[in-house]
């Protein structure tokens, strides 16, 4: 009584003093604590290493020298790469990406497409990680006994207790 627990940014519960704090559903709390990771993960989206790639692929795009990449420049690398495009996906792709509305991408404008291409692949990679994870984890022997080995979800599950009961914590 008088106690109060959180959650902390690991996911871990935190025994802590009684705050006046409204109670939080679970999923408002769950929500909560996702807002708080992804804060963490925005403060760090590109590594030093990254951003010097990134400006390294900008000077290789930038075929002419001059300080930005045109939609013929970013056609022309798209397709040494290999990746099958044309000019007007080069100008669209541009287009949307250009901040400034100059017709091409400066340093600038590239690293914020990279570093969305970049926080996209790595939200994907962490989405596998994630599904492989919840695929080869063990089973508890409750967690057993109460999911669906069909399904590999949990169900819902009544137990009855006629006798009376109390709760030590």
Do not use: H, Y
């Amino acid at each position: 009584v008088g106690n109060a627990a959180s959650v902390d940014a690991d996911g871990f519960v935190v025994a802590g003093e009684d705050k006046k704090r409204p109670e939080l559903s679970p999923e408002a709390a769950q929500n909560e604590l996702l807002a708080q990771q992804t804060q963490q993960k925005k403060l760090i989206l590109l590594s030093d290493e990254e951003k010097a790639a990134i400006a390294g692929a900008f000077k290789s795009v930038d075929t002419d020298g001059s300080g930005t990449i045109e939609p013929e420049e970013l056609e022309a690398t798209m397709k040494q790469l290999g990746l099958s495009c044309t000019l007007e996906e080069a100008t669209a792709l541009v287009a949307k990406n250009d901040a400034d509305g100059n017709g091409c991408l400066d340093l600038e404008e590239f690293t914020v497409l990279m570093e969305s291409l970049l926080v996209q692949q790595r939200r994907q990679a962490e989405e596998q990680a994630q599904k492989a994870l919840e695929l080869e984890r063990e089973r508890s022997p409750l967690e057993a006994r109460t999911s669906c080995w069909i399904c590999e979800s949990w169900q819902p599950v009544e137990i009855k207790w006629d006798k009376p009961a109390t709760a030590v914590w």
